[in-house]
């Protein structure tokens, strides 16, 4: 399985949980099988064409996805991935909508 850390802001779709197992061969295939369990949390990452929110950052074993294949970036069992909403000013930039 691959440890997906949520952000406290979308807890409440995990209920409560701040890590969670997944699975998938790309960070596209992980996000839309946790929305399958969790779902509410691909359309707070992603936009309407699937691709990730500009104030969404996400790093597998702490490399920025961004850098790689975006959100084809690929993942195998045992990898850590972190979803982590961007921060300017000291607050949260993004907001994820109930």
């Known amino acids: 399985m ?3 850390r949520i952000p406290t802001p979308l807890r409440k779709l995990t209920g409560g949980q701040g890590e ?3 699975e998938g061969e790309t960070i596209a295939a992980l996000i839309n ?3 399958k ?4 949390l691909k359309e707070r990452l992603c936009d309407e064409q699937g691709e990730l929110r500009r104030f969404v950052n996400i790093y597998v074993n702490e490399e ?5 294949q975006g959100i084809l970036t690929p993942v195998k ?3 850590e991935v972190s979803i982590v909403p961007a921060i300017a000013g000291g607050s949260f930039v993004i907001t994820f909508n109930e």
């Not at 369990?37 to 509410?40: S, V």
């Not at 920025?64 to 790689?68: A, K, M």
Request: charged share 35%.
């Open 2 to 4: 691959i440890k997906v």
């Open 20 to 22: 969670v197992a997944a």
């Open 33 to 35: 099988l946790l929305d």
């Open 37 to 40: 369990e969790y779902p509410g």
């Open 64 to 68: 920025d996805i961004r850098f790689h």
């Open 77 to 79: 069992k045992g990898d």
